[in-house]
Every structure is written in C-alpha cells, then in structure tokens.
C-alpha cells in the first residue's frame, strides 16, 4: 500500500512540473526569467487609457459606431489639443501612488495612433496639439525611474485592411489585406521597441477571427528579435480564458491578464489584473471611482494571490489626471509608504486571500493583511514544522500570542493601526518557501 502512495505521489509530482513548464514549452518563446522577475518584484503599475475620445467621455474604441457616431468619432482627433498635458506630473502621480511602472494606449481599437507614426496620418501629429504625447512620457519615466510600457490593439476597427468591422461600419471587407495589415503592425510595433524603448508590450484585441495562433507566435518571436528583455503579455496570442485571463498551454505570452476582476491564488504563474479606478477605461465625468478602501484591498488581494496589478486611470481631454482621481492615488500611496514592504517583492501566501485577510512572505516573515479589524484577538492554525517566534503590528509594536495544540492565539488592540488595512508581522524560525497555501476560516 505505501509503495502505490509513493508511487502516486512521485506521478503526480512529475504531472504537476510538467504542466508549469508546458506554460512555455513552444522553442523561442520562453520567458525572460530576469525580466519576469524584476516586473513581478514591482506588483504594482499604472495604466492609462487615453485619446481623442475623452472629448466625449465616452469608451474608448468601443464607443466608435455605438455611443458616438462613427463620422463624429473618427473626426475627434482635429479637436484634440490636451495643452495642459505634463509628463512629469502624470509619473510624479504614478510614483506618489507606489506605482513602479506604467502602461499608456498607444494604438486602441479606434486605430488613433499617440505618436507620430511613420506610418499613419491618423496621429497624434495631425491633431491641433501636434508634440508628441509619448515621446514626453517615456523621456520622463526614464527620468523619474518608472519603468515604460505601451499598449497595443491587434484589432483596429479603423484601419481600411484590418478584415473585422465593428459598430455598424458600413466598408465593406472585400478587398481588405490582413498582410498588408499586419505588415503596418510590424512597422508600428518597431517603433515603439526602437524609438520609444518599451519595456513593456501589452497587446489587446486578439480574439476576433482576424487573428490567429500562427500570427500570435510569429508577432511574439518578432518583438522578442527586437529586443529580448521585453515582456509580453499573453493578449498576444490566442490562449487567453475568458476574462480570468490565464492561458491555456502552448500558447505565447510571458504572463496572464485577468481583467476587472482579482486572479485567482496563483503564485507558480505569471499575471497581472487590470482594473478601473472608476466603471470606464477612457475618462467619463462623473465616473464613478472605487473607495480608497477598496483600491487598497484590491492591490493587497492581488499580491495575496501572487499577482500584479495594473490600476487604470483615464485622463481628461486637457490632459490632466482628474483631481479625484489623483487624491485617491495619493492616499493608497500614503498607505503603500508604510505598508508598502508587505507587497513589494513579496511571495503570496501561506494564508490564501479570503474575506477577511490576504498574505504575503519574504524568506521566515509572514505579513498577515487583515481587511477588517477583528475583536480583540485572531486565531491562527499552526504552520506544520515551524515555529513562530514572535508578533508585531506593523510599524508598530509586538503582541502578545499564545500557542495552543493547533492553533496560536493573538491579542490585539481594541482600535485598527491602520483604517484601510492593517497588518501583521509574523516571524518563523526558519524561511517559509516549502509551506503549502492554507485557507483561514
Ligand atoms: C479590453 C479592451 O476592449 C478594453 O477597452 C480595455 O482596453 C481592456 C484593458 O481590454 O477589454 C475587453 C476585451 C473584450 C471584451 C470586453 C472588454 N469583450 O469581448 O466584450
């Protein structure tokens, strides 16, 4: 009997490693493990979506042909004059928030380019403000220390070739060359690698039937020729699940997106959720903005699981960042200036995020996040083959714990430290890395 549970086990260990590594098992398309790291180890970004379209407040891409009529929509661009657009107040407002990277809409499915592109009259060039809009933040990103990502639209329900109309366009697609398409993409995406050194290639748009498998791992091979630190999102290719985001195996892309919604406790794959600070992507007034509260938990809920995340903000048609918008990011960032060595560079786990808590570790710390303050004490149940050595508050002082036979019992203070999301510092004998995730009742 014991022979065939050792056996089980060994198969299923085998199993198990065999699928992580399928994640990247095509030839040419593995990870830039470095580069992953060093992207992971921030955990947190900015992402900004941005165009003509905010003169209207409507989505952006999407409202093209529904919301705003597509004469009206594809002529905003002769009105967009952001004059009070400052580079270094967008990074400042990103780094103040603890943000460590940023990622801007260069081309969305409107087909509106942010740069001057080479290949297109449809730019930032031809609008009545005329500088370039990307050139100026990636200069003061740089400058600042925030690492450069761009997004990208496979799909362009604009361009004449592009073989997908959306929105009640009325060109019709005969006559329509995906290859000539796909060539001004190349020419697009050099750009962006080349001139403006992303570091970061988040492509959207690939689940209409004008993309495919082949074309995904071609354009993945492509962008990693240009420069081989890039990392690439999975929206590249076609294995993304649903708006989980993760990838089915066999498929391109050096991370997972889920979007609008927290990943799964997944710390053994890459990914990264995308969420709104409001409902809409593109700036809308009156929008209405998630809780200072509620950002704070999302971000600690993300790490807790092992991902990153990318909190979108949409800025107005003068350029600014909306005032609330930015007092929100300041406050999340008061709190990440305290709390902020819980989530940078962090591991998830052991404790799984639930209602009431997410954790991170670092080499025998446990941050122990709790989202709601408890009464006057919390259980624990014990990590098997560690020892727990001693409790704190946070930047704060140590408490009181008593071991029992399965669990250890903390005292708390009647008041929360913290009114968003206090936390505790748990230090075991001996670094946690072997420990498997536990559910906290
Ligand atoms: C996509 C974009 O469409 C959206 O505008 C935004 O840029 C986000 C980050 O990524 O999100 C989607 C993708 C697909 C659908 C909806 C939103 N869909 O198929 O309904």
Not at 187 to 209: A, K, M, P, R, S
Not at 307 to 326: C, F, S, T, Y
Request: aromatic letters at 12%; hydrophobic letters at 35%; proline letters at 5%.
């Amino acid at each position: 009997m014991k022979k065939y549970i050792c056996i089980s086990i060994i198969l299923s260990i085998l199993i198990l490693s065999l699928d992580a590594q399928q994640e990247n098992s095509i030839p040419g398309l593995e990870t830039n493990q470095e580069a992953l790291k060093k992207w992971q180890d921030m955990r947190f970004g900015m992402f900004i979506h941005w165009g003509p379209v905010s003169l209207r407040g409507t989505e952006i891409g999407w409202s093209r042909g529904t919301h705003v009529p597509i004469q009206d929509y594809d002529n905003l661009y002769k009105e967009f004059n952001p004059l009070l657009f400052n580079a270094a107040e967008w990074v400042a407002t990103a780094k103040e928030a603890g943000m460590k990277y940023i990622i801007i809409t260069t081309k969305h499915h409107d087909g509106f380019s942010l740069w001057p592109t080479d290949v297109s009259d449809y730019d930032i060039s031809s609008t009545p403000y005329g500088k370039d809009i990307l050139r100026q933040l990636s200069d003061e990103c740089r400058k600042q220390g925030i690492v450069f990502g761009t997004y990208y639209s496979i799909l362009d329900w604009h361009h004449p070739d592009y073989t997908t109309r959306y929105g009640g366009d009325p060109r019709p697609v005969e006559g329509s060359d995906m290859n000539k398409y796909i060539d001004y993409m190349y020419h697009q995406l050099n750009e962006l690698i080349t001139e403006y050194q992303t570091e970061i290639l988040w492509f959207d748009g690939e689940w209409e039937d004008s993309w495919n498998h082949e074309e995904g791992i071609k354009l993945y091979r492509y962008c990693r020729e240009q420069n081989n630190n890039l990392l690439i999102n999975n929206r590249v290719d076609k294995g993304r699940k649903g708006m989980q985001g993760m990838s089915k195996s066999g498929f391109a892309g050096d991370f997972g997106t889920p979007e609008q919604e927290i990943g799964n406790y997944n710390p053994g794959i890459p990914w990264e959720s995308c969420i709104t600070i409001g409902k809409q992507w593109a700036w809308k007034p009156n929008d209405q903005l998630k809780s200072v509260k509620q950002l704070i938990h999302t971000l600690v809920l993300t790490a807790g699981g092992g991902g990153n995340l990318l909190l979108n903000v949409g800025p107005m048609m003068d350029g600014r960042i909306e005032q609330r918008q930015a007092d929100s990011l300041k406050e999340v960032g008061k709190w990440i200036s305290k709390y902020g060595e819980s989530i940078y560079e962090s591991k998830a786990g052991p404790f799984m995020p639930g209602k009431w808590n997410a954790s991170t570790m670092k080499e025998n710390i446990v941050y122990l996040q709790l989202l709601k303050w408890p009464d006057g004490s919390i259980r624990l149940p014990d990590l098997q083959g560690y020892r727990l050595k001693k409790v704190s508050l946070m930047n704060g002082v140590g408490l009181d714990f008593e071991k029992g036979k399965k669990e250890v019992l903390i005292e708390l203070p009647d008041q929360a430290p913290n009114p968003y999301c206090s936390t505790l510092v748990l230090e075991y004998n001996k670094p946690l890395s072997g420990v498997n995730p536990i559910e906290l009742k």
